[in-house]
């Protein structure tokens, strides 16, 4: 039988020749990746390990198993290379057997350099350099399944509902001479045997099988196959699979097992506060307990292949998933094979796994610019998985700038949009227009509203929120209108928070908070649930709980300031420093306007659910609560700029200033001059035509990166002198 060594222990690793002793999972890039600059370490790091000859038995083959070393890996042992991999995100062997020696030193050259063939390479989130998921020293008999196929378990079961009943497909791949190949298959839980089946490959009938019936019922049965030679089980390999059917309605939307099931979703990256990516299984767990908290059905697990526990986890828990590859806003002419080959391993490493309901090819690729090479590399990849599970549909999560009629369309069975329309530029209502119009011009593709989110850090606060000013307040409205927005929308299959978590995007500069993403509806530290969290929860979740909004807004000037309490139960009483103040019976979101004066202590009952907040009265607002250089909207309402008569102006519309052909070199220069992300994105038509409401002040002041007073002024000269 197979023996299975954790390997995380005793590594050395080097940076720039500084040796420290560390324990995997291990990123050189916690710190430094997430604290802005775009000056992350991107290079060559070593780990090192001594290990004893391990107990071989004759013929016994010995793999190095490492589950996510990022992004390119060289693994020797003993100073011979044993073998590499290209690509962060999933499983690799590396077979040792014949260059063991009875003391040894493995050696890995890891690096996260800047390449044009390993993708990602431009992408809104840190990629952490490091051997940052777990390491196994593996010992398999001469006769075992495979560990060569994509880094897959060797053996394959998937299962298709047909009617009632449920086919399970099974196969085996085995190295080397056997007598028999044995499947048995059981009721995960109980371990009661439901079925027997042999053969390298087999179809196992269950009549009326016990569904895997997302989050209420994550029914499962577990696969164990069993490889015989001379009469005896040589190796084992088991693995969990459950029976469900999902059908993504254009028209009706999601549907699981025959029944509607509009997918309350959220996305996450794998990071958290102080590690970076290399996470332990328990903040896994964590992650995922939150989500099904806040009570979502479905994550997209971003923007490429998770943790193997991450799905396993997934599956247990009844979450359904999105899973893709890291093939984002950018196509590289030489990364074809990479994301073939990362498709090829996220499909053959999870293909087992009830909760995956499809597989994108690829997030916002034309973020970047449209070419026909990558719209022939999206047509091989969408056959490529087809050819290897055609038990799922292929899905492409697209940036809002791509134009309905772009002929991408017509490649992935199911489509998503990222809208940030309420955030990046416009309204949230124009997210649903968008919708209703993609919708109109392709009415038979399933669409998803795949991204939408606001950023929110939790030291800005505000009783008078705008777009833009990265509050608290502002997060939870922007949230409010989009939860309206998909629930009129029935014909969606989906939608998905951007994002579950805060997280590292090293590049970035906003909202005061450099190196950080913080559209999370809770911090990168996991410690708080931001008010939207519970505006959430309390559409999603059963879980009975009141929560009073603004408890980080304490200071308060206004005279009567407005106390939002959310809740999933169907009344709610407040209470002013212990008296009963107003009950309101309503759903979800209950208002109230209470005249404040000194200290305040406020308490919302419902039943046995309460909670309790304290804010004080103050005579002027409390500046720590604004967003340095927020000032600049006050300084802009104060500071009149100069607008010539017939000459264009910050305060005119891109619409307005597009009106010349000036007007239009004028804007692409200043899109080419960056946008404060490291996406370049062209000015083209659709970006003219999503930009056309915009006042080019609006557009300067949600820079963070550049000096906005300046900036405003030099660009007033400049538009000056252009005609309208
Ligand atoms: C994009 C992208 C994300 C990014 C997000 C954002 O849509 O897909 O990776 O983080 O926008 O700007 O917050």
Request: hydrophobic fraction near 35%; charge should be negative.
């Amino acid at each position: 039988m197979r023996t299975i060594i954790p390997f995380q222990d005793q590594w050395m690793f080097t940076k720039e020749d500084v040796c420290t002793p560390v324990t995997l999972p291990h990123t050189w890039n916690a710190v430094d990746g997430a604290d802005g600059g775009n000056d992350y370490y991107r290079g060559t790091c070593v780990y090192t390990k001594q290990f004893e000859m391990p107990d071989v038995q004759l013929g016994s083959l010995v793999y190095l198993e490492f589950l996510g070393v990022n992004s390119s890996a060289k693994v020797y042992v003993n100073d011979l290379l044993c073998g590499s991999h290209d690509g962060g995100y999933s499983t690799f062997r590396v077979e040792i057997t014949d260059v063991l020696e009875e003391h040894n030193t493995v050696r890995v050259e890891v690096n996260n350099e800047i390449s044009d063939r390993v993708y990602p390479q431009r992408a809104d989130f840190t990629f952490y350099g490091g051997i940052y998921r777990d390491v196994n020293l593996l010992i398999v008999p001469s006769c075992h399944f495979s560990m060569d196929r994509d880094g897959s378990p060797g053996i394959l079961a998937i299962s298709k509902m047909k009617g009632k009943s449920a086919q399970i497909f099974l196969r085996a791949v085995v190295d080397d001479l056997y007598d028999k190949i044995v499947y048995r298959i059981t009721e995960d839980d109980s371990g009661t045997v439901i079925a027997e089946a042999e053969g390298e490959r087999a179809v196992v009938k269950l009549e009326k099988p016990h569904l895997w019936n997302g989050v209420s019922d994550p029914f499962l049965y577990r696969v164990t196959a069993s490889v015989y030679q001379d009469g005896a089980v040589m190796d084992e390999v088991s693995l969990c699979i459950g029976c469900r059917s999902f059908v993504f309605d254009p028209k009706k939307g999601f549907l699981l097992n025959g029944k509607s099931y509009p997918l309350h979703g959220v996305s996450r990256h794998q990071d958290r506060e102080g590690f970076g990516n290399a996470l332990t299984k328990e903040m896994h767990r964590e992650d995922l307990e939150l989500i099904r908290e806040m009570g979502a059905n479905a994550v997209r697990l971003a923007h490429y292949q998770h943790d193997p526990y991450v799905y396993d986890l997934c599956d247990r828990m009844g979450l359904i998933v999105w899973a893709e590859i890291p093939y984002i806003s950018e196509h590289m002419t030489k990364g074809n094979l990479n994301a073939e080959q990362q498709m090829c391993e996220l499909i053959h490493q999870n293909e087992h796994h009830a909760c995956i309901a499809c597989w994108a090819l690829s997030n916002e690729i034309t973020a970047s610019g449209y070419s026909e090479e990558l719209y022939r590399e999206h047509v091989y990849l969408n056959e490529l998985a087809h050819a290897l599970d055609p038990s799922r549909p292929t899905a492409i999560a697209n940036a809002f700038m791509l134009p309905a009629d772009s002929p991408l369309h017509e490649v992935a069975d199911v489509i998503g949009y990222n809208l940030y329309f309420g955030w990046y530029l416009g309204t949230a209502d124009q997210n649903g227009e968008f919708l209703d119009a993609f919708h109109a011009a392709h009415p038979d593709k399933p669409l998803a509203l795949t991204e939408y989110g606001a950023d929110a850090f939790l030291k800005w606060q505000t009783a008078d929120p705008k777009r833009g000013d990265y509050t608290e307040q502002y997060q939870a409205e922007f949230h409010r209108a989009i939860l309206k927005i998909l629930a009129e929308r029935p014909y969606l299959w989906g939608g998905f928070v951007w994002n579950m978590f805060d997280f590292a995007a090293d590049a970035r500069n906003e909202g005061g908070m450099p190196g950080r993403n913080g559209k999370g509806l809770v911090t990168f530290d996991r410690k708080i649930r931001k008010d939207a969290f519970y505006l959430y929860k309390a559409y999603w979740s059963e879980e009975p709980f009141v929560h009073i909004c603004g408890r980080r807004y304490i200071d308060r000037p206004e005279e009567i300031t407005t106390v939002t309490v959310y809740t999933n139960r169907p009344s709610v009483t407040l209470l002013v420093n212990g008296k009963r103040f107003s009950e309101q019976i309503g759903r979800y979101i209950f208002t109230f306007l209470v005249p404040l004066e000194g200290e305040v202590v406020l308490n919302a009952v419902s039943g046995t659910c309460t909670d309790e907040i304290r804010i004080r009265k103050v005579e002027t607002a409390n500046p720590d609560y604004i967003l340095p250089g927020q000032e600049i909207v006050n300084w802009l309402d104060r500071e009149v700029l100069p607008q010539p008569e017939g000459y264009c102006s910050i305060y005119d519309t891109v619409g307005t200033i597009c009106g010349s052909s000036d007007g239009i070199a004028f804007m692409e220069s200043l899109m080419q001059e960056g946008n404060g992300t490291n996406i370049q994105v062209p000015f083209d038509e659709t970006m003219q035509e999503m930009m056309k409401n915009e006042t080019l002040a609006s557009i300067v002041i949600r820079r963070n990166d550049i000096n906005k007073e300046e900036a405003l002024k030099v660009l007033n000269r400049r538009l000056n002198r252009i005609a309208k």
